[in-house]
């Protein structure tokens, strides 16, 4: 399968623990996103990379919150001292480099429950 | 960004047409329209989009008012498979990321 792939799928931590996920774009897509869904809520945005530079990060990205993609394929989203507020599915997508008419392609998500 | 506006939820039957409407009022001039739909525990899934006319492509068609401030996505012939929060969504030509900003979308349930 060569859509995008999130791992882990879930993680279970408890309050303050730090936590990491990791996305594996589809191949050759220079663009990728990160987004935060809540339940019954839509998903957030939370930020973007083109190839590997951060270009835009939503203030929902507080400072405990870091995203990198080092070198342009794969990126990391790792929140230190999580809190139960943090608590959501963490969504990863990558597009090619287009105008709005772009689509982008989501991964199944990697569920965070803080306790 | 412009927002849109969609029914919470909507009920269709397997096998018949389905109507999502989505207004959209203060669209700007090159405003794309896009509709994604996220099925239960899974990411979301990237359905249709335009910009004047009406497009249709193996999953949906999407009607676009004259006016552009209100489009229709139509689910031919609605299957269980199609059960999912459908989303509504403007993206600006000049947003560069292509950033999706979400609303609350549309919940359809399809009955057997």
């Known amino acids: 399968d060569t859509g995008v792939s999130q791992d882990p799928r879930h993680k279970i931590t408890k309050r303050g623990q730090n936590v990491t996920f990791r996305c594996d774009p589809i191949s050759e897509h220079n663009r990728l996103y990160w987004y935060r869904q809540t339940l019954g809520q839509g998903p957030e945005f939370l930020t973007y990379f083109q190839n590997e530079a951060q270009l835009e990060k939503s203030r929902l990205l507080s400072d405990r919150f870091s995203a990198e993609r080092p070198k342009g394929s794969f990126s990391t989203l790792e929140i230190q001292r999580t809190e139960q507020g943090d608590s959501a599915m963490y969504l990863c997508?990558?597009?090619?480099?287009?105008?709005?008419?772009?689509?982008?392609?989501f991964g199944e998500g990697s569920r965070l429950t803080v306790l | 960004d412009a927002k849109t506006t969609q029914p919470n939820s909507m009920e269709s039957n397997e096998e018949e047409p389905v109507h999502l409407p989505c207004n959209h009022s203060?669209?700007?001039?090159?405003?794309?329209i896009h509709w994604y739909r996220q099925l239960p525990s899974q990411g979301p899934e990237y359905v249709i989009h335009g910009l004047t006319s009406n497009v249709n492509n193996r999953m949906a068609s999407l009607a676009i008012a004259e006016d552009r401030k209100s489009s229709t996505l139509i689910l031919h012939r609605a299957t269980l498979r199609d059960a999912a929060v459908y989303y509504c969504?403007?993206?600006?030509?000049?947003?560069?990321?292509?950033?999706?900003?979400f609303g609350g979308g549309t919940r359809l349930m399809v009955k057997p």
């Open positions: 997508a990558s597009s090619l480099v287009q105008g709005a008419a772009g689509e982008l392609f």
């Open positions: 969504i403007l993206l600006y030509s000049n947003n560069a990321g292509n950033m999706l900003t």
């Open positions: 203060t669209i700007s001039g090159t405003d794309y």
